[in-house]
């Protein structure tokens, strides 16, 4: 009699909690039902206003006919009454004001659903999602920042476009379904903001096109290095032969023999410094400086997963070189984080600086994605480091990257994301993969023909570590494959040893992106670097002129790099 009653109390109970997980489920798919109806009420709210001002009218609609999504940005213009007085390049700060009111609205939803029964993979993807959403915010407002327009927006709306597509590949990383109740809440949110900042972009770069290019150009062929005046104010090289986007005393520091009298904080195991780990003495950096932070790292291997926020900028960490100072974690995809926070060290903070250490992931290639480095810092450089892992090592997620003097060791995507880098002077190198695996050193992620990104490899060493040298003949190594639509990516003037398969590059999915894609290789030499055999891709360019490959060097593709001289690295702003 006890042992039924306790059956029927243990089936009361879980009735119970089934009957609370379906009334969650039902709510939040009100909420999504409410918020659909709202956002497409807002979009076509004011659609009949068009009839009083035939004029205004017939300019939004000129103007949005060539974006990739000209009905999205014909109805969003149509909520924001400013349209009614705006000229033609007035347009683009209207879109840009309605993709910013997009995102405060698609975080404050975000935030909303905080309370709400979730399992733990979900929270993770919607964590990331939030982060992402705020930080789209954060890069439209300097986009536009006081009423005027920046001439960084391309590499800013890049970035956003960016973060959108990175709160979705959360739930993919984490085998999420289309149908998982926290997803169908994101996606249409995530999709809505990015075609509305993907129109913002096309906008921004047509208008700054002469008058006489604007009338015979459409919006969806703007090449982001086009020769023409729209870049050229990014190009700017010191009398010393560096960009002008880093300070003298940034220079300095990076030449010094010896940092550690000049660190601000020391870290160290020991306790001979000021802290014993890495994340109390960021946690202690001023916020928001101008000036640069210096924290110097002793020897010692720092088993610590580190996150650098926007708010920590111009910090600098230094170590006692890439041997003795290392950061080590292994979280991975395969133990329940996304691809985003596997992140052994990830920075988002402006003007990052790294110097003389390692960072790694030891996850290994059974645990497939797990990122050493994930960078989402402006105008950042990393010199004379190590950076190890297996399966998406260096995260070059956003914005303006630069490497020197680096080695990058990886099996599959190990150098992948969407930043506009160049990587220079640096060793590649390629281990062992698993059984049945093929090495891809590069996975660029670029989804718009406009945004101002890519990888640029520019005088490096692409090697085999001694582990896959002993099976290379085995083993197929290739240059890159396409993540993402519009995968852009650049080998200049490198040795590419005899690892590197004859074709070059690997197909992603079938034909997938091979006509969309960007793949250039000029003046390789080595093992590897013969074309005869690469692929016959419509996007594969093997270039010959010096003047298209300057393009991709970083007196030029770094968009705004009179920042890497104060960084004080040694620097070649175009080619050998």
Known sequence: MKSSCLRVSEEKVKKSKIREVLAALISILLVFAIEFVAIEASEGSNGNDSHTNH??????????????????????????????????????KVALQVSLTRARKAREFTRSLQKNLMKERERMAWRDCLELFEDTIHHLRVCSRNGSLSPDCPIWLSASLTNQET????????????????????????????????????????????????????????????????????????????????????RKLLRASSLASLAHVVVAQDGSGHYWKIAQAIKAAPRNSRKRYIIFIKAGIYKENIDISKKVTNLMLVGAGKSKTIVTGRRSVQDGYTTFRTATVAVSGKGFIARDMTFENTAGPEKHQAVALRVGSDQSAVYRCSIRGYQDTLYVYSLRQFYREVDIYGTVDFIFGNAAVVIQNSNIIAR????????????????????????????????????????????????????????RTLFIQSTLDNHIDPAGWLEWDGNFALSTLYYGEYMNRGGGAGTSKRVNWPGFHVITSAREAYKFTAGKFIHGSSWIPSTGLAFTPGLN
């Open 432 to 487: 062992r993969p698993m059984i049945n695996q093929k090495n891809t050193i590069t996975a660029q992620g670029r989804t718009d023909p406009n945004e101002n990104t890519g990888i640029s490899i520019h005088n490096c060493n692409v090697l085999a570590s001694p582990a896959l040298a002993r099976v290379k003949g085995h083993i197929k190594t290739f240059l890159g494959r396409p993540w993402k639509e519009y995968s």
């Open 167 to 250: 709160c979705l590949n959360g739930f993919r990383d984490l085998n999420l379904s289309a149908t998982n109740p926290i997803r169908a809440l994101m996606s249409p949110r995530a999709v809505n903001l990015s075609e509305l900042v993907s129109n913002s972009l096309s906008m921004y770069k047509f208008s700054t096109l002469p008058a006489k290019t604007r009338n015979n150009r459409s919006l969806l062929s703007v090449d982001t290095n086009e020769d023409g005046d729209f870049n050229s104010h990014y190009g700017r090289v010191s009398e010393d032969g560096f960009p002008e986007w880093l300070s003298p005393r940034d």
């Open 55 to 92: 004029h205004a009218w017939t300019t939004v609609t000129s103007a949005c006919s060539n974006t990739r999504y000209p009905k999205r940005c014909v109805s969003s213009m149509a909520s924001y009454p400013a349209y009614q007085t705006a000229k033609l390049h007035d347009l683009t």
